[in-house]
């Protein structure tokens, strides 16, 4: 099956128990032993609940693993992933992951003993250069955010499988519908659920999906024993959204693409940040691993006052943070997902006051080109 009809017909087209079309919503916290010494399927919804099952083999479909797993947000997800790993383990990751991620790594588990150097993941040789007799994993994230710079996964995920430590890839900006790490080598992929897949701005939550069983079961007991787990109404919309992340990644991408031409002949705009504009030096990387350039960019303005003007300035795309909704969103990095990284650090890699990131949404392209342009004149 293709990739867009793989997002409908899955298997969890109808309930299980009553052949409604589509999943249930079980909201229940623990579910009736009919024989009190056998275990049941579903226990307690901490352990497992039916809803939040349905979605969690909808993923490990779609990623093309053996096990998927629903968490309360990504950051839940991430956490727990980490949560593999053991006192006195080192981790090497690209250095623009999402702001979340790098500062969990900074903070919490740099102080239980997780140590992790952060890595220019655009050269797979430095990400080589990092690894060290105690490195478990290798973590990345292509698309970066804000900046939109391409890591070949095929290299370094082969690169990791040759050090024998595991890689982990979050896929939140492309979905699987556009890339698929596991096909690659990953071992384990991360999702924030809340952008893209969940695709309405309405639901926080995560997801991840191991490539083997084995790591599986190390990652169920993460997942029972931290539950960090999403409720199922959440594990529901997270569902309803997954079955029209063709319709809406396909417009969105393609309006993404429009503005990024636009923006880039903008005599206010500096630069202009979207993997399949022209001269982006990531592209053909991108184009071998991904079926599509996605819906995210990133621009400069020639000062910082444009920035903070066009802001004022734009009427259809919200300030806000996050990605993925049916509305655009304009993000501002250095208030926002990079608040937490120092200035300097946010210097050397390029996230400015003049830096805006926009998560196209599924306005008319018309529409959202003369607003841009009106907020930037
Ligand atoms: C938003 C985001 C996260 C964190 O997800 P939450 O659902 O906000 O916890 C992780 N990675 C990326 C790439 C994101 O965009």
Redesign the pocket.
Known sequence: MNRGTLLIHNGHETDPATGALGVTVYQTSTFYRKKITEMPEFDYSRGGNPTRKALEETIAVLEGGARGFAFG????A?SSVLGLFSSGDHLVAAEDI?G??RYILDTFYKRWGLESTAVDAADPGALQRAIRPNTRALYL?TPS?PLLKITDLKACLDMARQAGILSIV?N??MTPYLQRPIELGADIV?H????FLGGHSDV???LAVTRTGELGERLYQVQNSFGAVPGPWDAWLVMRGIKTLKVRMDAAQKTAGLLAEQLRAHRNVESVYYPALRGHPGWAIHEAQAAGPGAMLSFKTKTTEQALRFFERVKLAAAAP??GGVETIASYPVKMSHINMPESERERLGISGALIRIAVGLEDAEDLMADFDQALA
């Open positions: 947000s990504g950051m839940a991430i999402y979340g991620s994230e955010n979050d939140t900006f991360v924030s659920a809340t952008k926080i939550s995560g996050s990605l």
